[in-house]
């Protein structure tokens, strides 16, 4: 008897939550191959999966290492299945620019934050690490986003966060976007201090956080 | 001249010796991890600070004359073991030096097998370690602590391979990681060893990752916890004192204390399965030394001196009112473009609300 979608879509799921990436691999192409939706195969599918790891990270069952290698293999399915979603299918996404401030290239911590914002269907532009204010700024304006998502592990860099709101207080645009922060050395204290929208202690706080910067759910 | 608050009776290595024995003197030490800061009290750049090991003692000893604090830290930057593996660091300017993660020496699984021993007397980066532990201690290792420092062998490897990449390994290539870990402890084996035989009274062992912001306990064990241990009883055996430091988020107390032995740990959250403060007190309070708990970027970039002094004050009363090992810091590193003056201020906290009645 054939496979159907849902149980192929729950195999995909599983292959995420239990690291497996060729399996991941494989199974994409499955769906593909049988012709089912790609879009929704990565709903449920892919994103479930690193849903359901993201909350075994958040009761201590999953940890950094098995995150990222659940992300690895999310990442190697959406290479497989994004070029065959259909573009009205992939809808409306909220658009979040993160990076690394300059001057700090300790990204773990960023990617983390940009994995679990994906998964909760933010649409994620990455400048990646050590990113000059101006970068951040410019995106943002570039792809309309929503929210500048601004990390750094560095107390030396730190300043690097309110000079993002500056140029932005400067530019007069300042309204157009939430402005979020993070990182070892980032509090409240500090968000607060220099502008910002909000801060986040960890990644699956961030994603919590971002949802409410948008008007949506907690 | 030694720095002297009214009411001191002690040096501060009597203080900071008798704290860690869980003892009462005069008052309770304060010890802010004041490091990188020091270059602008000489007036230096960062980068000579964290190359030229005559000018970094000569800054942390100006420091210590200017602030007060009971205790050096010779904590330079998390770089300086993985630049004598061959890992290439950046020195900028006027920040941490760090690793070019761009260029990292293990760039494949393969390349575990780099890894070779190097003798720490005689590199470049750890060497200037030593030295400065020696020229600490010939300038005032009878009055001041010293508090050598050196990273986890794990924390070593991920500056070498890159973070995300050696955490993917733990789980993708064990075996390679471990053959890596073994030559690197043996390495800081003898780097121990030889900063206590310069002079430092301590060294502060950093496992970065023996916390659930990273590893579970049962990887942390396995790929770190055997490889501390040796490192604890190198230090010990040298006749030197073992700290711990790690500034993550509930630091798996437990298992570092099984592994290290160590007599103080440094921190800047309340132990694993403290939900408080008040929590940790109670649970480790007698058990081992806290050395913490000051936020280092709100004390050294965002409160005004006073608010210092009073966060100072509430960590003291609860931690001398429960009679529970102690040493006032920052959970961290007192930040290096910090407010000098707030690490001036958490001295002035002890002076005047830890004095023992």
Redesign the interface.
């Known amino acids: 008897m054939p496979e159907g979608k849902d149980e192929l879509f729950k195999k995909l799921s599983d292959s995420v939550v239990y690291m497996d990436e060729s399996l991941t691999v494989q199974l994409s192409n499955e769906v593909i191959d049988k012709g089912y939706d790609a879009y929704e195969a990565i709903e449920k599918g892919l994103s479930d999966g690193m849903e359901r790891a993201g909350k075994l990270f958040e009761e201590e069952e999953y940890f950094i290492p098995e995150l990222l290698m659940c992300s690895d293999a999310m990442y190697a399915g959406l290479d497989i299945l994004k070029p065959h979603i259909k573009t009205k299918e992939s809808g409306e996404k909220h658009r979040v620019v993160i990076g690394v401030v300059e001057g700090d290239t300790h990204d773990i911590g960023k990617n983390l934050v940009k994995i679990m914002l994906e998964t909760s269907g933010f649409d994620v532009i990455d400048l990646g690490r050590d990113i000059p204010p101006q970068k951040f700024v410019e995106t943002a304006k570039e792809v309309e986003a929503k929210i500048i998502a601004l990390s750094t592990l560095m107390t030396t860099t730190m300043e690097g966060m309110s000079e993002v709101i500056r140029i932005l207080n400067t530019l007069g645009i300042r309204e157009s976007f939430k402005v979020m922060v993070g990182g070892g050395p980032i509090s409240q204290s500090f968000a607060d201090k220099i502008g910002a929208d909000g801060y986040s202690i960890n990644a699956a706080e961030a994603v919590r956080l971002a949802r409410r910067l948008v008007g949506g759910a907690a | 001249m030694a720095f002297k608050y009214e009411n001191d009776q002690l040096t501060s290595l009597e203080r900071v010796s008798l704290a860690l024995q869980f003892k009462k003197g005069d008052r309770v030490p304060a010890a802010p991890l004041f490091c990188g800061a020091s270059h602008r009290v000489l007036g230096i750049t960062y980068d000579k600070w964290s190359t030229d090991s005559e000018l970094a003692t000569k800054s942390l000893l100006a420091s210590q004359e200017l602030l007060g604090f009971d205790s050096f830290v010779t904590l330079v930057d998390l770089s300086v073991e993985a630049y004598d593996f061959g890992q290439e660091v950046i020195f900028?300017k006027?920040?941490?030096a760090?690793p070019n993660?761009?260029n990292q020496f293990i760039k494949n699984a393969g390349d575990y097998a780099k890894i070779k021993l190097v003798d720490p007397r005689k590199s470049k980066r750890m060497k200037s370690v030593i030295d400065i532990c020696a020229g600490l201690s010939k300038a005032k290792g009878k009055e001041v602590a010293i508090l050598g420092f050196l990273y986890g062998p794990l924390g070593v490897l991920s500056q070498i391979r890159g973070?995300?990449e050696l955490?993917?390994d733990?789980?993708?290539h064990p075996d390679e990681v471990l053959g890596a870990i073994e030559i690197i402890t043996q390495v800081l084996v003898e780097y121990a060893k030889a900063q206590i035989e310069a002079g430092a009274h301590s060294v502060c062992i950093d496992p970065l990752y023996s916390s659930?912001?990273?590893?579970?306990k049962s990887?942390w064990e396995r790929f770190e916890g055997p490889y501390l241990k040796r490192i604890a009883d190198a230090v010990r055996n040298a006749g030197g004192i073992v700290t711990v430091h790690n500034?993550g988020n509930g630091v798996y107390f437990e298992e570092v204390i099984k592994w290290a032995d160590p007599v103080a740990i440094s921190v800047a959250h309340p132990a694993y399965g403290c939900k408080t403060w008040e929590e940790h007190v109670e649970k480790w309070g007698s058990k081992v030394v806290t050395i913490g708990y000051s936020?280092?970027?709100?004390t050294?970039?965002?409160m005004a001196q006073e608010e210092v002094v009073e966060d100072c004050r509430k960590q003291i009363e609860l931690f001398v009112g429960n009679n529970a090992g102690y040493i006032l810091s920052t959970g961290?590193?007192f930040?290096?473009?910090?407010n000098l003056l707030s690490a001036a201020a958490m001295v002035r906290a002890a002076a005047t609300y830890g004095v023992y009645s």
């Open positions: 900028p006027n920040s941490t760090y993660f761009n973070h995300k955490f993917k733990l789980i993708r659930p912001t990273v590893l579970s990887m500034c936020d280092p970027a709100n050294g970039l965002i961290c590193e930040p290096p473009n910090g």
